[in-house]
């Protein structure tokens, strides 16, 4: 390319993005000069999709130095024409190395775009934070127009609630607990995702973002309380000059935390006998244990059931005869179900299990029946997701030829194929055997290596000095096994030169006995686990309870534990779906459909031991994939 044509590419892209910062009415951007490219025009007449195709055109012939911008223009206009789909797939064409920080700011407007549009403004909020901080001067209005557009979905029930909190806070000339109190009641309607929003929002009284911001550090700490008193610190840090002082912030938490207490009367009805006993006695320890290191105000009552769903009724009503104000179980699924369709349920629930599907079916219980469980489905589709956000794109699952295989198999392929990953390969093993070399060797396609060697072999008549390879289109592994299976599985993949592909499982691929020695075989395998079994890794770590079976079914144990300390934040997770209570079993939220999704902890086997793993940094949203920072192993082996 000539310097006289690349000067003149680069000059018509300058054109474009100060024509882009000109601005039409509503805070779109719009091209107005005389003399505008096809696309400009298009854009400034509101044929948006007409612009998008114009300006990615330009772009795949620009010169990368100047391409980033058109990619953005078109991105911006396929979002203002409502086509989602095609505005991140501009975006994904980016090289964002080459991006100005404008460009930048220009990227971040659209994806707070793309944000609103799926209903998402809690990330809209980040985004256009991001955005304004290098936002060049002719994008502004696009900007206020976004924020507008932000305040609009935030509109809701709450409003009311939030009027009365604001004025309460405005008219305050000193400290007064009462009305201090009063705010975090009233602010309750109000979700974690607003409070934050309208705290940061630049046009907001400083007063009242100090009151919003402060009704959200105080519910974040609440299942926290530890951390209440550095949370409240750095609160006061960025509001000085507020009403209250930080002692008087911690003393509000004091007064505000003691509104959330467990019912009088809860009633536990676990199984006393059958094929769920040991796992009921799990719980029951576990639950036990942590009601005696917090009793709080309330009588606990156990209540046995057993195979037979009848037998849940039963319990059932004789809670009640007891005057139980909330009851806690059953654990079969059956038995929840049965209980469920019982006319005229009017107590609380927080069941075991998952609850039936659909939840449309039991209509008149929302709010009042929870769910709460250690469903291994829901983390196939968590290692599903937890692997999508660590930037891997095409799986192979190896899953046994059982039921509980092919349930498994089934949720990590629905969460993993939601986007653009692929799965290369889906194999079935044989749940007795203890060789799988031949499977493997079909799935890696080791075998056609072979035959082509073999080929070339026949064809020239002689040796060839060459060994076959293994297919190099995976990039993960998901692995449904126990721990016998995996012991098996995972050697024989690095026999067959995979080992240095990421393996993650469920968590069942830990027994939960620890034996440093004979977990050696499943070093670098990664797995949702529970923080209790991360923080009692050690053999004598383990309290010595029959119901643990040395570890085996401690994340029930944990589990039971969760079930009591949550129950004084039921309430608050019904009013908002953003508060999270951090359990042993994994951190908790209220989903639509009554359960409550677990998000759990994540570990690897290194040197034969549960080691945790680091967070995942928040995903790119424009969509674009790449391996992130702090998930990857020691090493491949795990070691």
């Given at each position: 390319m000539s310097a006289r044509t690349f000067l003149n590419i680069a000059l018509a892209a300058l054109l474009g993005v100060l024509l882009l910062g000109?601005?039409?009415?509503?805070?779109?951007?719009?091209a107005t000069a005389p003399g505008a490219t096809d696309p400009e025009a298009a854009?400034?007449?509101g044929d948006y999709a007409r612009a998008a195709r114009g300006w990615e055109a330009q772009a795949q012939a620009a010169d990368p130095a100047v391409a980033g911008s058109l990619w953005i223009s078109a991105a911006n206009a396929w979002a203002l024409a409502e086509r989602p789909e095609a505005a991140r797939e501009?975006?994904?064409r980016l090289d964002r190395t080459t991006l100005l920080a404008s460009d930048r700011s220009r990227m971040n407007l659209v994806l707070a775009d793309l944000a609103?549009?799926?209903?998402?403004?809690d990330e809209a909020d980040i985004l256009l934070r991001e955005a304004e901080a290098t936002l060049p001067s002719a994008s502004r209005s696009r900007y206020e127009g976004l924020y507008a557009r932000l305040f609009e979905q935030l509109t809701g029930p709450s409003s009311r609630e939030l009027g009365q909190a604001v004025q309460i806070g405005e008219s305050m000339r000193y400290y007064d607990p009462n009305a201090t109190v009063e705010i975090m009641r009233l602010l309750e309607n109000v979700t974690l995702g607003e409070l934050a929003i309208r705290a940061a929002n630049p046009r907001a009284d400083r007063r009242t973002a100090g009151w919003l911001d402060l009704a959200r550090v105080i519910r974040e700490s609440l299942p926290r309380p530890e951390r209440a008193e550095a949370r409240i610190a750095e609160w006061k840090t960025r509001y000085p000059g507020h009403i209250l002082t930080e002692a008087q912030g911690l003393d509000t938490f004091l007064r505000y935390r003691?509104?959330?207490?467990?019912?009088?009367?809860?009633?536990?009805?676990?199984?006393?006998?059958?094929?769920?006993?040991?796992?009921?006695?799990?719980?029951?320890d576990g639950l036990m244990n942590a009601y005696l290191q917090n009793p709080m105000r309330s009588e606990l009552q156990f209540f046995p059931t057993d195979d037979d769903p009848e037998s849940a009724i039963a319990a059932y009503f004789s809670a009640l005869d007891a005057g139980a104000n909330l009851?806690?179980?059953?654990?079969?699924?059956?038995?929840?179900?049965?209980?469920?369709?019982?006319?005229?349920?009017?107590?609380p629930v927080l069941a075991l299990n998952d609850l039936p599907d659909p939840w449309t079916d039991l209509p008149g219980l929302e709010g009042r029946v929870r769910g709460i469980s250690l469903s291994q489905d829901a983390e196939a589709a968590a290692t599903a997701s937890r692997a999508v956000r660590s930037g891997y794109e095409r799986a192979m699952v190896l899953a046994p030829e059982t039921a509980w295989?092919?349930?498994?198999?089934?949720a990590f392929q629905d969460e993993f194929l939601r986007d653009d990953q692929q799965i290369v390969a889906a194999l079935r093993y044989p749940e007795r055997e203890n060789d799988h070399s031949a499977l493997l060797e079909r799935a890696l396609k080791i075998d056609e290596s072979e035959a082509r060697k073999r080929q070339i072999e026949n064809t020239l008549q002689t040796r060839v000095g060459f060994e076959p390879v293994r297919r190099d289109d995976i990039d993960m592994i998901f692995l449904a096994a126990d721990a016998t299976q995996a012991r098996l599985i995972r050697p024989q993949l690095r026999?067959?030169?995979a080992g240095d592909i990421p393996v993650y499982a469920t968590g069942r691929v830990y027994d939960g006995q620890p034996d440093a020695t004979r977990n050696q075989d499943l070093n670098g395998i990664r797995f949702p686990t529970t923080r209790w079994q991360l923080e009692h890794t050690e053999k004598d770590t383990i309290p010595d309870l029959a119901s643990l079976r040395g570890g085996a079914l401690a994340p029930l144990f944990a589990l039971g534990r969760d079930a009591w300390n949550i129950l004084p934040w039921l309430g608050l997770m019904n009013r908002d779906p953003g508060f999270l209570f951090p359990g042993e079993s994994g951190d908790y939220r209220a989903g639509l459909d009554g359960a409550l999704k677990r998000d759990p902890a994540w570990a690897e086997f290194r040197r034969g031991r549960p080691a945790p793993l680091p967070p995942i940094a928040t995903p790119d949203r424009s969509g674009l994939r790449g391996p992130v920072a702090g998930d990857e192993p020691v090493s491949p082996n795990g070691d």
């Open positions: 000109c601005q039409a009415p509503g805070g779109v951007e719009s854009f400034y007449r501009a975006l994904r609103l549009q799926g209903g998402r403004p003691q509104d959330f207490m467990s019912p009088l009367r809860v009633a536990v009805l676990l199984p006393g006998s059958g094929r769920l006993q040991a796992a009921g006695e799990a719980l029951r009851i806690v179980g059953p654990l079969r699924r059956e038995s929840v179900e049965a209980m469920l369709r019982l006319p005229g349920m009017a107590t295989g092919e349930r498994m198999a089934g026999f067959h030169d």
